[in-house]
């Protein structure tokens, strides 16, 4: 196998500059349109927060995750930067700091990744003239919560709130234009600034020296007032008189002089560009609210960043953030999209979500439907860094579960081999272990796992929702086939080891019939299976996104069926439950795997409180040490 390595940098498309401890990112022929990225991690053992699985710890090697997103917006679109100043979406970089918002105020965030992609344009108009040029599949922040600017079902099972005439938006508003930087506004910007009491502040001395070719007027040399200055001059002068002596205490922007001659010339300035103020002991306040201290900074554009104005204000509403219309433009055009550390971003004004879909992948800020398939992370230094984390005086050997998250044994393993190295660390280590896996490289670590299951507890368990290969393969590409895995179970029992089998998850309309399952748990029988347990189908946030999306383009006469029987969130209807229930344990009995003496009760979480109840669907027990079935839903 030849594996073609590239540095970070190389190619926007391949490599991920914003992943921390990335190496190299590779490409093979061996595995068509998939890149794949190693890492140097810090941290491989990882808690499992909640408490609410039967496991507390998890080790995942890979994490399968090209940014693809769909929420995404023309590139001249201003963005808010944490020092209140604002910059295109197409020229912002991971690591840059811009304006998100948390608990309904406004923070700072960073940038962590940045990409484009080619989508059909709508143009978004308010009622205060803003207009943002962006795809359907956005999402804009209304009183009403986020709504996509077009309807559809794609995304879910279920008409998605969408941006309608008169929906409300939350925001400041429009962003004001920068200034132009005329020869007129920097002669203002001289006055203002000289004028106002040069400053030490090192930006302020750089920009007066640049619009003064080199030397720095000094005050008594600039005596004769414009006798008409315009716009250009007036925005220049309030950037240097601010730069001088503005204030931005307590997100208040205050202007001050002792020279009356200066004082006047602000209001009139203030007043000749229509930006709300009013006349104080102190100086001279920019009134409005934070849709008109932002525009005062944008419009006049002072050296001094000045970000405390934004900081911790409360993300406002305004009635002419009002919907005038959405509007298709006809063409596809190249859009942009960021991820924050808090989900969101302001966009010309209004907050928008960089969403994505399987979400745990959105940790690694990657679009969790092609991304999941199409770019893997590859944790290099993983045997390492478990080895020393394992090694801790703090650790008290509980039981990990692989396989929680991604497949430990997907195909990449066969290239990187950093399973045997996990095993015998936590083996060396007295840590008991499971392995949950859809992939047939396992069989490879066969002896292995047969040799330290006389030292640790070792649970194996291997998935397999059903034999139909053509459905099978438009579900799990890329994945062995069912035959494969049921061969992997017969080697695991044959050499000793436990391992159980889940069926799942069960598709309703698609696998839950008596003859698909009756054949699937005929075969799982005849393959040794010490255990079976039963899963329908999760359709947890992100997932559910996923699966929407395949069941639309592949079985859209099943899409109303599961709207109604998943209207209640990430669980199935509970009397589809029971109803599978039933079935399965009469099939269960038929093929003697409905072993007694465990835990009764798999597969379905409770209506409400998530709780598994008993006989909510039966299966075989005992399931394999340390696996449960709740893992199945994490993959």
């Not at 023309?74 to 197409?90: E, M, S």
């Amino acid at each position: 196998m030849r594996w073609d390595g590239q540095k970070d940098g190389a190619d926007r498309q391949q490599a991920l500059p914003g992943l921390p401890g990335l190496v190299r990112s590779v490409r093979t022929p061996d595995f068509a349109d998939v890149v794949f990225h190693e890492v140097r991690a810090k941290s491989v053992l990882n808690k499992v927060p909640g408490g609410r699985l039967p496991f507390s710890w998890t080790v995942n090697p890979y994490r399968g995750c090209t940014h693809g997103c769909t929420y995404c917006l023309a590139g001249d679109t201003p963005v808010l930067l944490a020092d209140g100043r604002t910059k295109p979406i197409a020229e912002l970089s991971p690591g840059e700091e811009v304006f998100g918002t948390h608990a309904g105020r406004f923070v700072t965030t960073r940038v962590q990744a940045h990409w484009t992609t080619v989508k059909p344009a709508y143009r978004v108009t308010l009622e205060d003239g803003t207009r943002v040029v962006t795809s359907g599949d956005h999402r804009f922040l209304s009183e009403d919560g986020w709504k996509h600017v077009t309807p559809g079902r794609c995304a879910d099972f279920e008409e998605r709130p969408f941006l309608t005439k008169g929906t409300r938006l939350v925001g400041t508003g429009r962003f004001a234009a920068p200034p132009a930087r005329t020869d007129e506004y920097k002669r203002g910007y001289l006055w203002g600034v000289v004028r106002g009491g040069l400053p030490a502040d090192p930006d302020v001395l750089a920009r007066a020296q640049e619009y003064s070719g080199g030397r720095v007027p000094r005050d008594g040399e600039l005596i004769e007032w414009p006798t008409t200055p315009d716009d250009e001059w007036s925005k220049g002068f309030l950037a240097g008189l601010f730069d001088a002596r503005g204030t931005a205490a307590g997100g208040e922007l205050v202007l001050s002089s002792s020279d009356s001659s200066v004082f006047e010339a602000a209001v009139l300035a203030l007043t000749r560009l229509r930006i709300g103020h009013v006349v104080e002991v102190r100086g001279v306040r920019i009134t409005g609210g934070l849709a008109e201290r932002l525009r005062f900074l944008h419009m006049v554009g002072p050296a001094v960043a000045r970000g405390k104005a934004v900081e911790g204000v409360p993300v406002p509403t305004s009635a002419r953030l009002r919907v005038v219309s959405v509007e298709a433009l006809g063409v596809t055009r190249t859009l942009y999209d960021i991820s924050t550390g808090t989900g969101d971003f302001v966009a010309n004004g209004l907050v928008s979500h960089n969403c994505f879909a399987r979400n745990t992948h959105t940790y690694l800020d990657l679009d969790a439907g092609h991304d999941f398939d199409s770019q893997v992370v590859v944790k290099v230094n993983a045997v390492e860094v478990l080895t020393a984390q394992l090694r801790s005086k703090r650790w008290t050997r509980e039981h990990v579960a692989m396989g929680t998250n991604t497949d430990p044994y997907q195909r990449a393993e066969g290239r990187y081999a950093l399973m045997p190295g996990i095993i015998k660390a936590l083996a060396d280590s007295g840590t008991p272990f499971s392995v949950l896996t859809k992939g047939t490289v396992l069989s490879r670590d066969i002896p292995l796992l047969a040799s330290v299951s006389s030292s640790v507890p070792v649970g194996l368990g291997v998935s397999i929702a059903l034999l139909d290969r053509e459905l099978q393969s438009g579900l799990e590409p890329g994945t062995p086939s069912p035959q494969a895995r049921l061969e992997l179970v017969r080697k695991v029992r044959e050499a000793g080891l436990p391992c159980g089998v889940f069926v799942a998850p069960v598709l309703p309309g698609l696998t839950d019939s008596e003859e698909q399952l009756d054949g699937l748990l005929a075969e799982i029988a005849a393959a040794g299976a010490t255990g079976v347990t039963v899963l329908p189908l999760h359709l947890r946030p992100g997932a559910r996104e996923w699966f929407a999306r395949w069941l639309v383009a592949s079985r859209p006469d099943l899409a109303d069926t599961y709207r109604r029987l998943y209207a209640r969130g990430s669980y199935v209807d509970i009397r589809y439950r029971k109803w599978l229930a039933d079935r399965i344990q009469r099939l269960l009995r038929r093929h003697g795997l409905d072993v007694k003496g465990g835990r009764d009760a798999v597969g379905v979480p409770g209506d409400d409180d998530g709780v598994w109840p008993e006989g909510s669907l039966p299966g075989t027990v005992p399931t394999p040490r340390g696996v449960d079935q709740e893992q199945l839903a994490l993959l």
